[in-house]
């Protein structure tokens, strides 16, 4: 069972390893809610490598003490293929809910910490 405290460490650790523009949240624990959920699915969208912006998010994720997957795209992977039944990009944007959302755009571009964020309660 994963509680909202487990998940609001998981979105923190992906924050502070990655800064995204933005964490979706998606799969069962979006649809169905935490208490039923076996892992916890992310799209986390940040411009980058993807490879090493994977590898620093699931290096950080160590000891979590859950199961997550997360998928990181860039916004154009989310504006070029957000409409494809092909990739994960579309199910997770109809059915995901945003559990983090950096105000840097509002900001000059400025990093921002978990706790200065908007954030959505799954």
């Known amino acids: 069972m994963i509680d ?3 998940l609001d460490d998981i979105i923190r650790r992906v924050v502070d390893a990655v800064q995204p523009e933005k964490i979706i949240l998606f799969g069962s624990a979006a649809r169905d809610g935490l208490h039923v959920a076996n892992d916890i699915d992310l799209l986390v969208i940040r411009d980058g490598r993807t490879l090493e912006l994977m590898r620093s998010i699931y290096r950080n994720l160590q000891g979590v003490g859950a199961a997550v997957d997360a998928v990181v795209v860039s916004p154009q992977d989310v504006e070029r293929f957000g409409d494809s039944h092909a990739l994960v990009i579309k199910p997770a944007l109809r059915e995901g809910r945003v559990v983090y959302e950096s105000d840097r755009s509002l900001t000059t571009g400025s990093k921002n910490s978990y706790d200065q964020v908007r ?3 799954p």
Do not use: D, E, G, N
């Open 4 to 6: 909202q405290k487990t």
């Open 119 to 121: 954030r959505t309660a």
